[in-house]
């Protein structure tokens, strides 16, 4: 299992491996009327875009194709293109994703009340890392009303 952990840091959403390295950062670039995400990820750009009837859905794309794309209705994240692969989330307190009942990523919260919060995140060594950034954002930003919400 790896370990990360994933806080605020200069208004970016930033994930630091366990010895202190950056994975990749989520950015909210701030429109007058509502905010767009991307991924930065090795060096690249990967846009988060909502999609869906109440745009309650995400897909996450890079200049070419759309890479994963959640159907929250099913409670899943499916990797598009040649490998497809489905995994399961569950949101709540602990947010998880699964894959064939394997637990995959594990995602808690550590409220502060002086600072923002900072989350620790387990993760099998199997998991591409955005997938994580993915999960991280979809689970805490998007939607973090349908999980535990606040104590």
Do not use: P, W
Request: proline letters at 0%.
């Amino acid at each position: 299992m790896k370990k990360y952990t994933a806080q605020i840091i200069n208004k970016q959403f930033v994930l630091i491996s366990e010895d202190k390295k950056e994975i990749g950062r989520i950015v909210e670039m701030n429109k007058i009327f509502y905010s767009e995400y991307y991924i930065i990820f090795n060096s690249r750009s990967y846009d988060i875009k909502n999609v869906g009837f109440l745009k309650n859905d995400v897909e996450l794309s890079d200049a070419k194709r759309i890479i994963y794309f959640t159907d929250l209705q099913k409670e899943r994240i499916i990797k598009s293109g040649a490998d497809v692969r489905i995994y399961y989330f569950k949101l709540d307190k602990t947010n998880q994703l699964s894959e064939k009942g394997k637990l995959l990523i594990e995602i808690k919260e550590e409220k502060n009340k002086r600072k923002d919060s900072i989350y620790h995140i387990e993760v099998d060594d199997s998991v591409d890392d955005l997938l994580i950034l993915l999960f991280l954002h979809y689970s805490t930003k998007e939607f973090n009303y349908i999980g535990g919400g606040e104590d």
